[in-house]
């Protein structure tokens, strides 16, 4: 059974840190771009960052630049966003997502992913 679960998420004060994971199983992420997004009340969903499979390059919405890091651990099956200096305007639900394709094209377009995780809670507020 193909999955993602995305973990790691919580309540956190503005300024603080949290590192999402988001472990795959059911098949291998070796192969596949991994997307992040997030969606809070109200809004659309949007995309917060891409790291491709074959380099490890990254890609971050404006937003996110320079606080968000995402990173992966192919042994392990898992990729990870560390999030920090966070703000409150960071509050939403996270999801990772799964492209069948090494590389982020288009990455901040949801059609391009073939799997998504159930997404964990981030909330920022003191």
């Known amino acids: 059974q193909v999955q993602l679960v995305e973990s790691g998420g919580g309540l956190v004060q503005p300024g603080g840190s949290l590192r999402l994971s988001c472990a795959a199983s059911?098949?291998?992420?070796?192969?596949?771009?991994i997307g992040w997004f997030r969606q809070a009340p109200g809004k659309e969903r949007e995309g917060v960052s891409c790291?491709?499979?074959?380099?490890?390059?990254?890609y971050y919405g404006d937003s996110v630049k320079g606080r968000f890091t995402a990173s992966r651990d192919n042994a392990k099956n898992t990729v990870y966003l560390q999030m920090n200096s966070l703000k409150p305007e960071d509050t939403a639900v996270y999801y990772c997502?799964?492209?069948?394709?090494?590389?982020?094209?288009?990455?901040?377009?949801?059609?391009?992913?073939?799997?998504w995780g159930q997404g964990t809670q981030v909330t920022v507020s003191s």
């Open positions: 997502a799964a492209h069948r394709d090494r590389l982020c094209v288009l990455w901040v377009r949801r059609r391009e992913y073939d799997y």
């Open positions: 059911g098949f291998t992420l070796d192969y596949y771009a």
């Open positions: 790291i491709s499979s074959n380099d490890g390059s990254t």
